[in-house]
T-cell receptor
Framework: AQSVTQLDSHVSVSEGTPVLLRCNYS??????LFWYVQHPNKGLQLLLK??????LVKGINGFEAEFKKSETSFHLTKPSAHMSDAAEYFC????????????FGKGTTLSVSS | DAGVIQSPRHEVTEMGQEVTLRCKPI?????LFWYRQTMMRGLELLIY????????DSGMPEDRFSAKMPNASFSTLKIQPSEPRDSAVYFC?????????FGPGTRLTVT
């Protein structure tokens, strides 16, 4: 069975400091993994995805994530936070079978202070 | 591409009324998903279709909820009768391979 755990429900950083949002997954298959972002009162936007081509995945807005099979982790990072990064972030796993549902983590709220 | 289109964006209705939410997926996508998001329960998958066929409706809360996909470019989620606890943001998403693309959502308020 597939599952995903976001280790922090809330992360607070100062503008210009690094961001780390942690995610662990469990999958019986070789998974596809995603990070989505949701700004207040908006829909979910795909930040990046991992599909086994490369373990370090670069996404939009300067975010990247590294797939570590040995640690079953897919943490999201950004070197320098911007105020506009304040949002909710979801780590998501798929079984890589087309047309199947995604499994969402419970989300991490990122706050950025000036 | 216009992305996933949902209508209406906001809906306010009285308890007992029928509510119909609409979704147009991205052209060429063959899977469509309906989600509900609330503060208490987070993001919940209600139902999804593959090639217009419902695959898993186990997330549909009760018989008051129904969803249809008459063709590849249109889906509806209907609540009849609506109740205040149905108040939430309802998202539609579509996909072709694995990543899903979400619509802007419909904010439903049932008074």
């Amino acid at each position: 069975a597939q599952s995903v755990t976001q280790l922090d429900s809330h992360v607070s950083v100062s503008e210009g400091t690094p961001v780390l949002l942690r995610c662990n997954y469990s999958s019986s298959y070789s998974p596809s993994l995603f990070w989505y972002v949701q700004h207040p009162n908006k829909g979910l936007q795909l930040l990046l995805k991992y599909t086994s081509a490369a373990t370090l995945v670069k996404g939009i807005n300067g975010f990247e994530a590294e797939f570590k099979k040995s640690e079953t982790s897919f943490h999201l990072t950004k070197p320098s936070a911007h105020m506009s990064d304040a949002a909710e972030y979801f780590c998501v796993v798929n079984t890589r079978q087309a047309g199947t549902a995604l499994i969402f983590g419970k989300g991490t709220t990122l706050s950025v202070s000036s | 591409d216009a992305g996933v289109i949902q209508s209406p964006r906001h809906e306010v209705t009285e308890m007992g009324q029928e509510v119909t939410l609409r979704c147009k997926p991205i052209s060429g996508h063959n899977s469509l998903f309906w989600y509900r998001q609330t503060m208490m329960r987070g993001l919940e998958l209600l139902i999804y279709f593959n090639n217009n066929v419902p695959i898993d409706d186990s997330g549909m809360p009760e018989d008051r909820f129904s969803a249809k996909m008459p063709n590849a470019s249109f889906s509806t989620l209907k609540i009849q009768p609506s109740e205040p606890r149905d108040s939430a943001v309802y998202f539609c998403a579509s996909s072709f391979i694995d990543e899903q693309y979400f619509g802007p959502g419909t904010r439903l308020t049932v008074t």
